[in-house]
């Protein structure tokens, strides 16, 4: 089984686009959902064709609850895909953490949202409010909007999350996720095999992966 240190560099890696590899070495992103699988691989389904992928002991597996904003307080790991806008970012999904996998590609970077050139991807601690708020808020309201701002090694941005902007609980899990029909979203190395994940974020309960 693999260790939360190990589970936390191979997150990491995907969520830094594959920066610490090589160019030939960069990771093979693929979202979508499982049509089919086996105890060695599974095809997924995605908006450009089907992806067979092998998985084995190496590959590094996390489970994606549903949540909801309420479980954006100050204290927590979050990861925020973003558009950078005038005064405060606009979240596109957030992905609230387990405390196992707090640090997990901590920081500031471009990110590859689907359709969206430009986006970045925070991950960082959601800080304190300057200000209490009676209504249960974390940082300064702006409309619906909840306004927090994340703090990582060497920075901070200011995120409005809007209360339609998904948001999942992310945390450790094993290939026992794998299921049909399930949303998935997976790092994976490219090999003269084939795709082998290095790593795949598993919707449950029907979660969708908004990474």
Known sequence: ????RVLVLAFALIVAGGSAAGAADKPVLVRGSIVSLSPSAFTVKTATGLFTIAYG???????ADRGSPSDIVPGVFVGIANMPGAGAS???EVSVFDEKMRGVGE???PWEAPALHGSRMTNGTVAQPRAMMTNGTVGATNGAAKTITVNYKGGSRKIAVNPGTPVVRIAPGNAKL????ASVFVSAQKLPSGLTARFAVIGKNGTAVPL
């Open 1 to 4: 089984m693999l260790t939360n």
């Open 57 to 63: 002991p190496k590959t590094a597996f996390v489970g």
């Open 90 to 92: 606009r979240a596109l």
């Open 107 to 109: 920081g500031d970077r």
């Open 178 to 181: 794998l299921a049909r029909n």
